[in-house]
């Protein structure tokens, strides 16, 4: 299909001509989604999986310390769930908010701003490759987890679900914070910040939490992922509250990703 016709003036023979000069089309989104992806999986590959077993092993090793506090129940699920998502709330967010104020302040935004691809693909083909390293670390550290506090493993297949989301809410807001940072200093630390607010309120129980604490909880989008993969534990999971904390999720990831993109349009023409 040819793409959109503009005007060209040529000169010849002294004379003024305009001709019709066809631009090539612009590209499909999810294509571009698609090599944004593969390149970035490429790219982060070597760079990235030994940050990945370090957010793997300091949530085992929050587990092994809350081990000597808390005995099971209630407390043992938010525990292990919170931990298993600490994985992912370390890639997605404190990584990506790096990366992006990193690529800001290199000017490597000028590079993907002369590609012909949406900037959506951008923003989601970098989110999608982060969150994918998370999947190994939140399997081994949910194994782990349930293991070591006795909690049953029949259900581990609901992190297929919630990875990817709670993957997709911290990652726009990670994305978000490092396009809008302006600097890479304090893309960083916001990332960090974040990551360590996911760590304090997943991983330590609601239960002990004060009032005004289990407020801030309520507002970190990760916690919704917690909460469902916490309520599969159950020996009756209420599988309608699940879907609730999903659809949460979900709707945070939609609006924090097309923050995240809005962010990125507002900092590639600059």
């Known amino acids: 299909m040819a793409g959109p016709v503009d005007r060209v003036d040529v000169q010849e023979g002294g004379a003024a001509r305009t001709r019709a000069a066809e631009l090539a089309p612009r590209a499909r989104l999810w294509p571009s989604l ?7 999986l490429s790219r982060a590959r070597v760079a990235r999986i030994p940050l990945l077993f370090v957010a793997t092993f300091q949530s085992v090793g929050i587990m092994i310390m809350m081990r000597g506090v808390v005995d099971g129940g209630g407390e043992a699920r938010s525990v292990v769930a919170g931990a298993a998502i600490v994985v992912v709330a370390y890639v997605a ?37 982060y969150a994918s390293f998370t999947v190994p670390g939140t399997l081994v550290t949910a194994v782990f987890g349930c293991v070591l506090f006795g909690l049953p ?39 960090q910040l974040g990551m360590s607010a996911a760590l304090l309120l997943g991983v330590l129980p609601p239960d002990r939490m004060p009032g005004i604490i289990r407020l ?14 916490a309520r599969s534990f159950a020996g009756r999971p209420d599988w309608g509250l699940v879907g609730v904390d999903m659809a949460v999720c979900a709707g945070v990831g939609v609006v924090s990703l097309a923050v995240a993109t809005w962010a990125y349009r507002r900092a590639a023409v600059r």
């Open 93 to 129: 967010l404190n990584l990506l908010s790096q990366y992006f104020g990193q690529l800001r302040s290199s000017g490597g935004l000028d590079h993907y701003a002369t590609l012909p691809v949406p900037p959506a693909a951008v923003v989601l083909g970098a989110a999608a490759a």
């Open 34 to 40: 698609a090599a944004v992806y593969r390149a970035q």
């Open 153 to 191: 493993l029949g259900n581990l297949w609901v992190l297929v679900a919630v990875i990817p989301l709670a993957g997709a809410a911290l990652s726009g807001l990670g994305a978000a914070c490092g396009l809008l940072a302006p600097r890479q200093e304090l893309a960083t630390l916001l990332g």
């Open 216 to 229: 801030a909880r309520d507002l970190l989008p990760s916690t919704y992922g917690v909460e469902a993969y």
